[in-house]
Each structure stands twice: as structure tokens, then as C-alpha cells.
């Protein structure tokens, strides 16, 4: 099956650095690929849609200065989190889409730490 | 607005009973539905979806779901429960936005299995 590889699995990083997070589909090709933001025990918000060749389209109130998405290649989106504070501390989650069979397949996941 | 809602924040259920985890949603036009499953620190895992076709899908592990069109309902459910079956599980639905078809999910239902 489809499969969508995400690094790191954990981070800590001290404030006002910034993190790179990133998301390969190994064995399709994400056109589209879609970041979202988990806090504990809660459901999984869309942050943004990474499109491949194209600038991200964000979601009302995600600061896209602050979460930079870029989609270089087919199989390959980043997320930055740039000037982290501890506030951005959260489960970052990608999802690569594969329109012809409506799948959409999940990365393991980021736990990203600011202290 | 388009949505989905998990009314039960947990289920209990004992090994070997039969479980189902409540899903509702509102959507225009034909809904295209989703189950997945999340367990501690890792991303969502497919179960199933419900495209076209048969109101009963049968997906991974055992699950199934029923679609309901006048009840707008997909509830989950299993036969008999085990307790790696424990954890949380999310409902989507699939809308489109921006030229985008993205998942929007339920705030989540916890499924605790005793032995």
C-alpha cells in the first residue's frame, strides 16, 4: 500500500529557532499533500495544502510567515517552523493524496518540542 | 457549514462484545466518508471509506461501517472487540475547497477494550 515517510519523529528545539519537518510519499507521487496540527487529545486540524510546483494555500488564522510549506517535488513536502516558541509545541501530521482511488495516506507524525 | 461529529468523547466496551463508535455528518452533495485509527504518538492508519455503492463497507481489522443516508450516519462497528483495539478513532469526511478535496475530521472517540 501507499506509504508517506515523515522526519523526525520527535524534536526539541529552544525557542526562537526553527525546525524542518519532512514528508516523502515512497511509492506514489503526492501531487497535493495536506499538513495538520494535533494538540493533546483533540482531533487534527488542517493547517494548509501543499500543492507540488505551487504556493501553499493556508488556512484562515495558520500565520504562513511562521509555517513555511514548500512542495519542491512529487514526493517531497516540508514544513518549517520558523522562530518556534513554546505555543507551537504540538503532533504534526502530513497526508499524501491520491485523487484516483480518494486515498489519502498518513505520515507517522512529528512531536515537536520548544522549551 | 460542512462537518462531522463524534458525539461519544469515550467507549467502553468489554473483550469480546460487539462495539460501535458513532460518527454523524453534514455535508452537500453525495458525502465520501472515512475511518481511521490513531494510536499514542503515531498517525492515522486507514480502516475504511464509503465512496458509492453497498450502504455496509467492510475495511481493515475486522471493522465495518454502515452508511446512512437518511440518518446521515456512518457508525463503525465490530463483531467482537479486542483489547488492541484500544485507541482513538476518527471520523472524516471529504470536502471540497479551493479547488481542493480535503479531509475534515471529528473531534475524535476514544475506544477503551477491558480484558
Known amino acids: 500500500g501507499a506509504v508517506v515517510s515523515q522526519h523526525p519523529s520527535r524534536v526539541i528545539c529552544k525557542s526562537g529557532t526553527s525546525v524542518k519537518i519532512e514528508c516523502r510519499s515512497l511509492d506514489f507521487q503526492a501531487t497535493t499533500m495536506f499538513w495538520y496540527r494535533q494538540f493533546p487529545k483533540q482531533s487534527l486540524m488542517l493547517m494548509a495544502t501543499s500543492n507540488e510546483g505551487s504556493k501553499a494555500t493556508y488556512e484562515q488564522g495558520v500565520e504562513k510567515d511562521k509555517f513555511l510549506i514548500n512542495h519542491a517535488s512529487l514526493t517531497l513536502s516540508t514544513l518549517t517552523v520558523t522562530s518556534a516558541h513554546p505555543e507551537d509545541s504540538s503532533f504534526y501530521i502530513c497526508?499524501?493524496?491520491?485523487?484516483?482511488?480518494?486515498?489519502?495516506?498518513f505520515g507517522s507524525g512529528t512531536r515537536l518540542t520548544v522549551v | 457549514a460542512q462537518s462531522v461529529a463524534q458525539p461519544e468523547d469515550q467507549v467502553n466496551v468489554a473483550e469480546g462484545n460487539p462495539l460501535t463508535v458513532k460518527c454523524t455528518y453534514s455535508?452537500?452533495?453525495?458525502?465520501?466518508l472515512f475511518w481511521y485509527v490513531q494510536y499514542p504518538n503515531r498517525g492515522l492508519q486507514f480502516l475504511l471509506k464509503y465512496i458509492t455503492g453497498d450502504n455496509l463497507v467492510k475495511g481493515s481489522y475486522g471493522f465495518e461501517a454502515e452508511f446512512n443516508k437518511s440518518q446521515t450516519s456512518f457508525h463503525l462497528k465490530k463483531p467482537s472487540a479486542l483489547v488492541s483495539d484500544s485507541a482513538l478513532y476518527f471520523c472524516?469526511?471529504?470536502?471540497?475547497?479551493?479547488?481542493?478535496?480535503?479531509?475534515?475530521f471529528g473531534a475524535g472517540t476514544r475506544l477503551a477494550v477491558h480484558p
Open positions: 455535508v452537500s452533495g453525495n458525502p465520501y
Open positions: 472524516a469526511v471529504r470536502v471540497s475547497s479551493g479547488g481542493y478535496n480535503k479531509l475534515i
Open positions: 497526508s499524501g493524496v491520491r485523487e484516483s482511488v480518494n486515498g489519502y495516506t
